[in-house]
């Protein structure tokens, strides 16, 4: 075996381990539930905040209840510095799909991103633009979630 010969084979290794698939969408643009739009509906005061997980799933991706877990902790972080709805909401999804869907797991990293603010509207609780999100069809089984710091 020559140098260049083990050389070309690191090379093919690398990139097929760089070539997994991954499944992207987002939000968009910061958008505020209809609710909790228009003037005096909120408080001027809003306070950025940042929520970024990493989920490993088993055998399907459901994107809407991972953003709803998101969210949630998100919305506690608000709540514990006296805010009680999120506005300007945007989130990010990236999922890792596995070679072998049978016995690996999706990687799959959330972003959500909202200021807090008050109101004496309720929160909805409930993640905006689902009509964006990509799932992985099946039934999905939460193996780990990571939180990450922003």
Known sequence: MTVSTVTNAFVKLRRSTSKAESIDSTSGG???HPLLQGEGATSKRKIPLVQNDIFFCRDAVDVPKLLRGSRASL????ENIGANV???????????????RRH?????????HASASRSSHPDPKKPVA????QNVSGLMTIVDREELSP
Do not use: M, N
């Open 30 to 32: 910061p958008q505020t």
């Open 75 to 78: 919305f506690e972080r608000a």
């Open 86 to 100: 999120l506005v300007d909401e945007s989130w990010e999804c990236s999922i890792r799909v596995p070679r072998d």
């Open 104 to 112: 690996g797991s999706f990687k799959v990293q959330v972003r959500y």
């Open 130 to 133: 689902l009509d964006r999100v």
